[in-house]
């Protein structure tokens, strides 16, 4: 499998603008979480699907942030409008099941997308 | 809500043997986990404790104290390649959130 897979790598933008981050899971995993990553805030949940459903949209930082899932094989994370404070690596990571409890299960992470908004 | 605690660098050299840890503070408890992260890259799974004691995988080791609230990433026999940042994440059973902790820094010297 190509592994979990992210476009673009890189996106630069100007503040006010709408940009869109897109991921693929590896083939057959039913949870996708996508998380950002600064220098000042660390590694951070935004939100998880399960079987393409949005289950805990607690860490999205914002209305201007929104995530879909419409099916199984792909996901994407939309900011809107971009502000300078976005500038992140947004990473999307997918798992055959939870990456936590009993039956945890290994969570992979795609390549990441470095954002810069100007 | 969670919190978690690691020391922030850890320095140590070829061949040596080094330990990370992490503290946590959960309304529950559901696990902890442990990922590397080489600059520029993506973390990566490492290892997983859902009950206490040592998990061995190769030259790494994790270790769980759920009375303490405490875990130990142990690397052995330490490599260049190792020269990473490793983080401890959790989940408890009340949150809904999965949160890692702040990283620590390895640097391992020849």
């Known amino acids: 499998d190509a592994g979990v897979i992210q476009s673009p790598r890189h996106e630069v933008t100007e503040m006010g603008q709408e940009v869109t981050l897109r991921c693929k899971p590896i083939?057959?995993?039913?949870?996708l979480f996508w998380y950002r990553q600064t220098m000042m805030r660390g590694l951070e949940l935004l939100i998880y699907f399960n079987n393409n459903v949005p289950i805990d949209d607690s860490g999205m930082p914002e209305d201007r942030f929104s995530a879909k899932m419409p099916n199984a094989s792909f996901s994407t994370l939309k900011i809107q409008p971009s502000e300078p404070r976005d500038s992140a690596v947004y990473f999307c990571?997918?798992?055959?099941?939870?990456?936590?409890?009993?039956?945890?299960?290994?969570?992979?992470f795609g390549p990441g997308t470095r954002l810069l908004v100007l | 809500g969670q919190s978690l605690e690691q020391p922030s660098e850890v320095t140590a050299v070829e061949g040596a043997i080094v330990q990370i840890n992490c503290t946590y503070q959960?309304?529950?408890?559901?696990?902890l986990s442990w990922y590397q992260q080489h600059d520029g890259g993506a973390p990566t799974f490492l290892s997983y404790n859902a009950l206490d004691g040592l998990e061995e995988t190769g030259r790494f080791s994790s270790f769980l104290s759920r009375s303490d609230s405490y875990g130990y990433l142990l690397l052995q026999e330490l490599q260049m390649k190792d020269s990473a940042s490793y983080f401890c994440a959790v989940r408890d059973n009340y949150g809904q959130n999965f949160v890692f902790g702040p990283g620590t820094r390895l640097s391992v010297l020849p």
């Open positions: 990571a997918s798992s055959l099941g939870p990456p936590w409890g009993e039956i945890q299960e290994t969570q992979y």
């Open positions: 083939s057959g995993h039913d949870y």
């Open positions: 959960t309304s529950g408890f559901y696990g």
